[in-house]
């Protein structure tokens, strides 16, 4: 699959692994919702999820497109 800086994705990874909300009312829930804001040419690539304080690495196989 390819990706692009932007684009808005959503987690695949299994509830072990996914990251949590941080903060609001949904706090420690899975965060499933992202946008790519750096795309790397061997496969990885970081996304901003939302209501999470930073951006995170990602694996490609960790994601699948949001539309």
């Known amino acids: 699959m390819e990706y692009y800086v ?6 695949t990874m299994t509830d ?3 990251y ?3 903060f609001g009312p949904k706090k420690g829930e ?3 919702r992202g946008i790519v804001t750096e795309v790397h ?3 990885s690539l970081h996304v901003w999820w939302e ?3 930073r951006p995170m690495y ?3 196989g960790d994601l699948k497109y949001a539309d």
Not at 6 to 11: A, I, M
């Open 6 to 11: 932007g684009q808005p994705v959503l987690s």
């Open 51 to 53: 209501n999470c304080d």
């Open 41 to 43: 040419k061997w496969g």
């Open 20 to 22: 949590v909300q941080e």
């Open 16 to 18: 072990d692994k996914t």
């Open 58 to 60: 990602c694996r490609s």
């Open 30 to 32: 899975p965060v499933v």
